[in-house]
């Protein structure tokens, strides 16, 4: 069963083009069908338009605060029957709007093993704090900031060599390859909890 995805971002996009590059091979049953971007400019948006996916972008300042952008996001949702949203680096929290048109529809992936560093930079957070194992979770998101029910995880491994740069490289691949693949089992299996 293919369904329409929106994914939400706000920055490079380096995991918009992995879900992008994962429906082209066949690996994701899925139409990205809209790419929502808070910060015109930003990168992802040229990479939407090199795969042919239509963008929404939208400036929050012109509008009167979240229940409106998200009122608007959510008549471009509509428009293209998304029925499942992916966050990809989008730096700002859901509110009601979208939460009560996408119930447990809105999925997240986030650079820790939460509820372990939560918020920004939680590869810095995990680096500074010194723990040997971080990693990559994907969530369903709720109100709260990076909470919300866990439906996978994947551990990477801190050596006393690494650095940031190293870590994030390495937390990065992992996005890459476990997004897709647990965005196609959500699928599969009609958006269940894992
Ligand atoms: C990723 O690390 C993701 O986990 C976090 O934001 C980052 C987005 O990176 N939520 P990119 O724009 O997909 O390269």
Do not use: W
Not at 20 to 35: F, H, I, P, R, S
Not at 138 to 150: A, L, N
């Amino acid at each position: 069963m293919s369904m329409n995805i929106a994914v939400f971002a706000s920055g490079s996009g380096s995991n918009f083009q992995a879900i992008v590059d994962a429906v082209k091979q066949g690996e994701l049953d899925a139409k990205v069908a809209l790419l929502v971007c808070d910060k015109p400019g930003a990168y992802v948006e040229e990479r939407a338009k090199a795969a042919g996916v239509p963008v929404f972008c939208f400036n929050p300042k012109s509008y009167n605060g979240k229940a409106d952008f998200e009122q608007a996001i959510r008549k471009e949702l509509k428009a293209r029957d998304v029925e499942l949203i992916a966050l990809a680096g989008y730096m700002r929290l859901i509110g009601e709007v979208l939460l009560h048109a996408y119930p447990r529809r809105i999925i997240n992936i986030h650079p820790s093993l939460l509820p372990a560093f939560p918020g920004l930079d939680a590869i810095g957070q995990a680096f500074d704090a010194g723990v040997k194992l971080t990693g990559v979770t994907i969530h369903f998101v709720d109100e709260g900031m990076d909470t919300g029910p866990i439906i996978d995880q994947e551990a990477v491994r801190i050596h006393h060599t690494d650095t940031r740069e190293t870590v994030q490289k390495k937390v990065q691949a992992i996005e890459h390859t476990l997004y897709p693949a647990t965005l196609q089992q959500l699928i599969a299996k009609g958006v269940e909890v894992l």
